[in-house]
């Protein structure tokens, strides 16, 4: 697959707006780990 600039650009985004949804609405606890970051992914 090979994304445009423009799309690389914009999937970075929505990445980083992914992850700051899921950093408030985890528990800091199962943060603190690999394992425990996949789980609360997953």
Known sequence: MTL???DKKQLE???QEI???LYKNTESSEIETLEG???SVR
Request: charged residues 15%.
């Open 19 to 21: 992850a700051k949804i």
């Open 37 to 39: 970051i996949e789980h």
């Open 4 to 6: 445009t600039p423009s």
């Open 13 to 15: 985004i929505h990445i």
